[in-house]
């Protein structure tokens, strides 16, 4: 605790994982580690021997706003030390080792992190130094490793950037946003009546100025506007606003006495 | 191009979509935002109107090695110059707008930005200025937009942290890692048939050393061993070493001397 006073007003969100990290060295990234836990609803930070110990003014800096999660943190000597209140503990492993251990992706970790923690069991999540990584001693204190997915041609990852990820799974797993929306505010998406209802508008209109005066090619030519109108879902708005266009359209055309023959170009 | 030659041997993997970065301010985040990229497999980069102009010691400097990225990004005046060669643009959009457009999460982007660039479309993803984000007219470039599930309790990502999640789950979206393996090096999982084995083993010394004299009680206690050690997946290597480790205890008592008797304590 530092008595700091400023931040945003972040709490723990339910029973969350512990992110512990093991002999950080740059107080800057245990400021960008608390901002990314924030972003993923984590909150419970300790720290393993950090090197230019503790607390170091940088990592608040650097943690825009997340001071809460820096306040709360605590310190411990060993890694042994720092798990040993808690059930089930993951160690990130970026590279392939001589260990027997379960080995779970970032998702499978996070999925298992919530069925844990929907047990009321205490769970931690281990990060290695910036330049080493978690040693073999540091992985022996752990049951499940975690390896993300990533390019095996570049696979050095910043410690607050392999947080963030790790963060990210988390919150995501409790997700239920739909992958994909139609944002629309405080329209809402037409029926295809009201969808209809504006093409018929369209073709009368079409039909008036001699656009779709080519009989033959007519019914191929209304069931390509269509098309393009049925592509993607169009807002009840939107639909007024093209109604208004093609009306203004239309008396322009009109008032300006222009014939039929004006249509030709168009059509082609 | 600044002529460097450092860094990891980084290039394009397949057709990836384009990074625009619209009006960074600080270099370390561009540089930040390269090493990102290297770790999700992306290697296009574009900037629109660096705050600080281009190019940067320091942004080299923070890409730990993603410098081919840095290497090869393009400067532009405007975001509707840096898309004007792409088919589909998608806009980082944290906050909600009044906008009309479909909104993905950071997975459902990715499915469809891997759908785009297997079509041989070429797609790109802006993300804003630290501070403000995006604005209006920069998502009036975009076709759709992305937000990411996160806590709305502390929404501040870092611009780094923001394309890290996006090059991490495109990297995903085309990643066939199974979600829990075990890492079993030289060795492999054992059969049913030789943890039997084992078993049969141990069950053997322990009625010979007593702990299993009690009759009704028989049974069950060899049930519940057989739970515990059923309940992992164990190695070969593993039960070789436990079949040492219960021949040398079995050997270590029968040279001692020992009784039946010494075995009540543990029987309990």
């Known amino acids: 605790m530092t008595g700091r006073d400023g931040g945003a007003d972040l709490a ?65 000597d060993t890694v042994a030390e720092a798990v040993a209140d808690l059930h089930r503990v993951v160690a990130t492993c970026p590279r392939p080792r001589h260990i027997v251990k379960p080995l779970l992706t970032a998702r499978g970790a996070a999925a298992e992190l919530r069925v844990i923690c929907a047990r009321d069991l205490r769970a931690g999540i281990l990060f290695g130094p910036e330049r080493a990584g978690l040693d073999n001693d540091d992985m022996a204190c752990a049951d499940t490793l975690v390896r993300y997915p990533l390019n095996p041609g570049f696979m050095s990852l ?61 019914p191929g030519m209304v069931r390509n506007i269509r098309h393009l109108f049925e592509r993607g879902e169009v807002t009840v708005q939107e639909l007024r606003t093209l109604h208004g266009i093609v009306t203004e359209l239309a008396l322009g055309r009109r008032q300006r006495g222009r014939t039929e023959k004006d249509g030709d170009a168009a059509a082609d």
Chains 1, 2 share one sequence.
């Open 158 to 218: 910043n410690l607050s950037q392999a947080v963030m990820v790790m963060a990210y799974e988390w919150w995501t797993a409790d997700d239920v946003t739909l992958p994909r929306r139609l944002m629309t505010n405080e329209t809402a998406v037409a029926t295809k009546g009201e969808l209809d209802n504006f093409l018929g508008h369209l073709v009368a209109e079409l039909d008036a100025c001699g656009f779709l005066r080519n009989k033959p090619k007519r």
């Open 12 to 76: 723990p969100i339910g029973n969350s994982p512990v992110v512990i990290l093991v002999r950080p060295q740059l107080a800057d990234n245990i400021g960008a580690v608390a901002r990314a836990m924030g972003n993923g609803g984590l909150f419970h930070l300790r720290l393993v021997a950090p090197r230019d110990g503790w607390p170091q003014e940088k990592a608040w800096r650097n943690a825009s706003g997340a001071d809460r999660i820096l306040d709360n943190l605590t310190i411990h």
